[in-house]
């Protein structure tokens, strides 16, 4: 089975980040620690399954720090956003 992922943890691909910046009134940003990430391509799987869900506004991804920044309309549905990580391959492991 082949990565994308070198030794350096640099990414071999490269995907686009895809964000979406939208003002909502009642709007909960809400941080969570995931492990498993460590390229562009681990930022770009997650952004992607997580954007999908409803209710998601954006999605800010930081590979380093091992945390996903997730602002929804009201309260996340923290059981489909683990769902959706754990479908990409990775593990959410709580809030951070």
Do not use: Q, W
């Amino acid at each position: 089975m082949s990565s994308c992922c070198t030794p350096d943890h640099s990414c071999s691909t490269n995907a686009a980040e895809a964000t979406t910046a939208t003002a909502v009134a009642d709007a909960t940003t809400t941080v969570f620690a995931v492990s498993g990430m460590t390229c562009g391509h681990c930022k770009t799987a997650i952004t992607n399954a997580v954007s999908a869900l409803d209710g998601v506004i954006s999605v800010d991804v930081d590979v380093t720090a091992g945390k996903v920044t997730v602002v929804t309309g009201g309260e996340p549905d923290e059981a489909a956003l683990a769902a959706a990580v754990d479908d990409a391959g990775y593990e959410l492991t709580g809030r951070a």
